[in-house]
């Protein structure tokens, strides 16, 4: 019994939620200014989970929109030297805005599943909060507004992440801003279309070092220089999670970082671009769900266990108890 009732405390122990004291902060911020002729210049290595196809447009021109206000950047991206030996991939996810939240929307995805609870600001200056469900030891805020009408230059500029630090993880984070209410038609749930600015970065984490991994929308290559002029046509690129994700830019023009992630030594930042229209299928917590129920079920089962040992004990004790008085009471008979 006593064997009995200790595999089953280690099973509840190796299904149950673990708490984790160790932290890590993640510092975001944004700056943007209306200068033109912006490079941008980064170092990268190759990641299996993304396979972009680029096909060059035959004009150079860039579109215009009378409904949209230009906004160039002319912030120098630079990114760290990838380390000799990367670490192998795992799965990660991506994020898009949503038709309840146009202005930005964060994700983040690793081995566990962590909801973040982020604060921000509407086109109509209305504190707004969505993704709720923050885990213990995991904290998020943001700090700046969302872009309104025709004042795109005063985006969201600060958001500080802190999380539980586990075993390794992977992340990929996107923001995407909003630069007019009117450049927003919604068409279904997974089509988009307007004017935005969208950043992407995939980080990956092992333990105590930090491995940074820039993503590169456009070209394939290891260092990339790419200026506001050119203009590029059906911009493809996959991501690979539990389900396949796929991005359709079109007509989008190639702009500098407004996006700059700090993570203790390392400092770098992430590409961007801006395109009238782009439409994405995201569907990507299958994986995360199984995993979910199937911890639910091993809970579930240690729980019923537990209880049918208890009531058993109890069961036992109580007979023992009642045999002990029955006994006695006969001895007191023949006594």
Request: charged share 15%; hydrophobic share 35%; glycine share 4%.
């Amino acid at each position: 019994m006593f064997r009995f009732l200790c595999a089953l405390y280690l099973l509840q122990i190796l299904y149950s939620p673990q708490v984790i004291s160790t932290s890590s902060t993640f510092v975001f911020s944004s700056t943007l200014d209306n200068s033109i002729g912006a490079t941008v210049t980064s170092s990268v290595y190759s990641t299996p989970t993304i396979s972009p196809t680029v096909i060059p447009s035959s004009s150079t021109t860039p579109l215009s929109s009378s409904t949209t206000t230009s906004t160039t950047t002319s912030t120098a991206v630079t990114t760290t030297p990838a380390p000799t030996n990367p670490p192998n991939q795992v799965s990660t996810c991506y994020a898009y805005p949503s038709l309840t939240n146009p202005c930005v929307k964060l994700c983040l995805k690793h081995s566990e599943r962590i909801v973040l609870n982020i604060q921000y600001d509407d086109t109509n200056g209305r504190r707004r909060e969505f993704l709720t469900g923050v885990p213990q030891n995991t904290s998020v805020s943001i700090d700046g507004n969302c872009a309104k009408q025709n004042n795109f230059g005063k985006s969201l500029s600060r958001i500080s992440l802190t999380w539980p630090l586990n075993r390794p993880y992977s992340y990929e984070i996107s923001f995407c801003f909003k630069r007019n209410d009117k450049d927003f038609v919604s068409s279904g749930k997974t089509s988009y279309k307007g004017t935005w600015w969208l950043s992407d970065l995939k980080l990956h984490y092992s333990n105590a070092s930090y491995d940074p991994m820039f993503i590169d929308p456009i070209l394939n290559s290891s260092t990339v220089s790419i200026s506001n002029a050119q203009t590029f046509t059906n911009v493809k690129y996959s991501y690979y999670c539990s389900e396949e994700l796929e991005l359709t830019l079109s007509n989008s023009t190639a702009h500098s970082s407004i996006v700059q992630f700090s993570m203790g030594e390392y400092i770098l930042q992430a590409f961007n671009m801006t395109s009238p229209s782009f439409s994405a299928t995201h569907v990507c917590n299958t994986e995360e769900e199984e995993e979910e129920v199937i911890n639910m079920i091993a809970v579930g089962v240690a729980t019923g266990l537990a209880v049918l040992v208890g009531v058993i004990l109890v069961g036992y004790i109580a007979g023992r108890i009642w045999n002990r008085k029955k006994q006695a009471s006969s001895y007191e008979v023949l006594a």
